[in-house]
């Protein structure tokens, strides 16, 4: 760390952003309070319709109370790009996201 975006970082990684000392996916300990780390995005991961208790890039959710923790749900009509996550994952399905991702095109 610290990046800013995914522009700081090498090759394939993203930029992971933080508020505090949240968990960072492929990462172990706690690192610096709001620093935000390079990760390598983990791969969409497909759970099952009417699933709940979703992880970071797990599917298929219909709403934000479908995720984990501060996880969003990103909605998609086909098989759209899921911000922080690789992978095509199953046509129009939602896919948990980062909660710093609020508001973005959800």
């Known amino acids: 760390g610290d990046c800013d975006n995914d522009d700081d970082c090498n090759d394939d990684l993203v930029c992971w952003n933080r508020n505090a000392l949240e968990e960072v996916p492929g990462c172990a300990g706690d690192g610096t309070v709001r620093w935000d780390?390079?990760?390598v995005p983990p791969t969409l991961r497909d759970v099952g319709l009417d699933a709940s208790?979703?992880?970071?890039c797990e599917g298929d959710c219909d709403?934000?109370?479908d995720c984990n923790d501060d996880l969003v749900c990103w909605h998609r009509e086909a098989l759209e790009e899921v911000p922080g996550c690789t992978?095509?994952?199953t046509v129009a399905w939602g896919y948990?996201?980062?909660?710093?991702l609020r508001g973005v095109g959800l």
């Open 53 to 56: 208790g979703l992880a970071l």
């Open 87 to 89: 992978g095509d994952g």
């Open 96 to 100: 948990c996201v980062g909660g710093t």
């Open 63 to 65: 709403n934000d109370d």
């Open 37 to 39: 780390y390079c990760v």
